[in-house]
């Protein structure tokens, strides 16, 4: 198992806090061992949450490719200038240093779930007890009519944080005077639920001061979207005549793109786009395909535990998979994360497990200081994770309450990147 | 000479100026802005450390030098790095306490209005002037008016589960107690907590995500979180 010198190197009070933390030195083969794949707001969460509180009893492996992780929460607070790249980059050496979890930066391509085992790119197999899978979205092949993966440099989707965010922030600081930024949103289920209109309105902002002559047309196959009308109230405050969305009920399902003539067609009526923002329809990561535990595009999970219906010893968290009623969000995966390694380290240690409490809360941005959110409690059922209670912020809060609630967003920024990655 | 005179009338100007800047504050309005702060600090006759430490005393003292009170680590570095508590620092650390202390437990936005903050230490400064003058000041400004059941107040916490518990706060507000748009929680006294969850559950506190987080927990399980927070370093 290797420990990845530079993610250990890159914190310098990690490596003093390795002195206490023996972990880091053990063998562990005679341990009960946990394979994470995933090192997003469910796979960061679950492995810290199971290496800290069983204490070094439980042996945790992370897999996760990227050696910088890129929040995709946030990330439109940088296409809109409101947080920079480096904000949202987060790295693993305090997991494997202060942890002592086995953080491994490869891609994992296999799952024998007869064998308990997980092949990984670089040709290392893993084996576990208890596998957790949370590899958030992939694509669904031709959802967009004309995209495809190898179109994404023209008309990016910018869905998974990082370089495609800061190509697409490129493009739209490159858009000529009173160009046109297109957005194709995605159909439900999809990743981050008010997220495409948070985007809108943060190229907005920038438009309005960079280019106001510029426009911006969102073809959206769904009749409506979260927050609706908290977005549409800022939209007409802040960014008027500027965003003109175009729903099902105008044709907004019938959409066509040319990647390389830079065209956007929708219901027949094709426009010119100077950027082209294609957000396809989504799936549960490919390794959960792999595994075998999904059904149709999401993994079924059972609320209690988050474990799969396929497989008791395969837990499925995040954006990933199908659990009922909890909306797909980093907050979200984070929460189940929790209620997993609960219920992991209760079944590998005989830790108490307690009983399964899930909630939401996903804040927008939709100006300079005008913050929204939205958030709910869950239960699991037998069927599924249900909702219990909830709350939205109203339309016409007074400025100082949206400030607020923007402030309060970035708190809460604060709080879950720590609660991940220690 | 008439430019010497001139010269001279600026600098007692300025220092005029500076002199009123400090004698402006009056204590009595002071005194009724201090209910911004005994939600967290107690001061005058009798005055207890609760969330925050009590402020008799607090003129002249060393940050982070009160003993008996658990300070953030960002505190304990400023006293050690020599911050002392003036009518200047004070004022700084009123007026936005992040800029001063940047991940300072003290849950409070700020207070911008200078003739506020002047009049808040105002009333500060009759606690701390003289120490020995706190036994005859006015009666003590207690944190917490609740009507709590004293049953639900003395109920014992199993810490177990406020850790279990404890990872859906933590979500957003951080362990180490930074207060970053969203307040600290850590280290707060037992009952402070219950109260506060209380009045959320009960909805007298308004904030939709705490009414909704704190409407569904028990009175064991407020109980369990309190005693978890309470000692979390």
Redesign the interface.
């Known amino acids: 198992m290797k420990l990845n010198r530079r993610a250990f190197l890159g914190t310098g009070a990690a490596a003093a806090a390795a002195i206490h933390a023996p972990a880091v030195l053990a063998d562990g083969h005679d341990k009960p061992r946990v394979v994470v794949i995933g090192g997003g707001a469910g796979g960061a969460t679950a492995a810290r949450?199971i290496a800290k509180?069983s204490k070094g009893a439980v042996n945790v492996t992370l897999v996760e490719p990227s050696r910088v992780y890129f929040t995709c929460f946030f990330s439109n607070l940088y296409l809109g200038g409101f947080k920079e790249l480096d904000d949202i980059g987060h790295t693993y050496g305090t997991l494997a240093a202060k942890y002592g979890i086995n953080v491994v930066h490869d891609w994992a391509v296999d799952v024998d779930r007869d064998a308990k085992t997980v092949t990984l790119a670089g040709g290392a197999q893993l084996p576990y007890d208890k596998l957790i899978l949370s590899p958030g979205i992939d694509f669904v092949d031709g959802a967009v009519e004309g995209w495809s993966v190898a179109a994404q440099n023209a008309m990016p989707h910018a869905y998974k944080a990082g370089s495609q965010s800061e190509l697409l922030k490129a493009q739209i600081a490159a858009m000529p005077q009173g160009g046109t930024f297109a957005m194709v949103a995605p159909p439900n289920p999809f990743r981050c639920p008010p997220g495409p209109y948070e985007r809108v309105s943060m190229v907005a902002h920038v438009l309005k001061n960079t280019n106001p002559t510029a426009k911006i047309i969102v073809a959206d196959p769904k009749p409506k979207f979260s927050k609706m009308s908290l977005f549409q109230e800022g939209w007409a405050n802040h960014y008027e005549g500027m965003i003109d969305w175009i729903g099902e009920d105008f044709g907004g399902a019938n959409v066509s793109v040319d990647p390389d003539a830079m065209t956007l067609t929708i219901d027949g009526e094709e426009t010119a786009v100077d950027v082209c923002n294609v957000i396809p329809a989504m799936k549960a990561g490919r390794i959960a395909e792999i595994a075998g535990v999904t059904d149709g595009n999401w993994a079924p999970v059972n609320g209690a535990d988050m474990s799969t219906k396929a497989d008791g010893d395969v837990y499925v968290l995040g954006d990933a998979c199908q659990q009922g009623d909890m909306p797909k969000s980093g907050?979200s995966a984070?929460?189940q994360a929790?209620v997993c390694a609960?219920a992991v380290r209760g079944a590998l240690t005989g830790s108490?497990v307690?009983p399964a409490?899930f909630?939401n809360?996903c804040w927008s941005l939709i100006g300079t200081d005008d913050g929204v959110?939205v958030?709910?409690?869950y239960e699991a059922t037998d069927e599924k994770i249900a909702k219990?209670?909830?709350?939205i912020s109203q339309t016409g809060e007074s400025g100082d309450l949206r400030k607020?609630t923007f402030?309060?967003?970035?708190?809460?920024y604060?709080?879950?990147t720590?609660?991940m990655f220690g | 000479m008439r430019t010497a005179s001139l010269a001279l009338a600026m600098i007692w100007c300025s220092l005029a100026s500076l002199g009123s800047a400090e004698a402006v504050g009056d204590a009595e309005a002071g005194k009724k802005l201090f209910a911004k702060c005994k939600g967290c600090h107690e001061i005058g006759a009798g005055a207890k450390d609760r969330i925050g430490p009590h402020l008799n005393g607090v003129y002249g003292r060393n940050a982070a030098a009160h003993e008996g009170f658990s300070y953030s680590k960002s505190m304990q570095r400023a006293g050690a790095d020599g911050l002392v508590w003036t009518e200047r620092t004070l004022d700084a650390y009123i007026e936005k306490p992040r800029t001063l202390v940047s991940k300072t437990r003290m849950s409070f936005?700020g207070m911008k209005d200078a003739t506020e903050r002047a009049n808040l230490l105002a009333y500060l400064r009759t606690h701390s002037d003289n120490p020995s003058d706190v036994p005859e000041a006015e009666p003590t400004a207690h944190a917490t008016d609740h009507d709590i059941d004293p049953v639900i107040l003395a109920l014992k916490g199993d810490p177990?589960?406020g850790?279990?518990?404890s990872?859906?706060c933590?979500?957003?507000?951080?362990?180490?107690g930074?207060?970053?748009?969203?307040p600290s929680i850590t280290l707060w006294p037992e009952e402070d907590f219950v109260i506060a969850m209380h009045a959320y559950k009960r909805k007298l506190r308004p904030h939709?995500?705490m009414?909704?987080?704190a409407?569904?927990l028990s009175d064991e399980e407020i109980a369990a979180l309190a005693a978890y927070f309470k000692d979390l370093q």
């Open positions: 949450y509180d907050y984070n929460s929790k609960n108490k307690f409490k909630s809360t959110k958030g709910a409690t219990v209670d909830g709350f607020a402030e309060e967003s970035e708190g809460w604060a709080g879950i720590s609660d | 936005r177990d589960y850790e279990y518990l990872s859906e933590l979500t957003c507000h951080q362990s180490d930074s207060a970053e748009g969203i939709p995500v009414q909704m987080m409407g569904r």
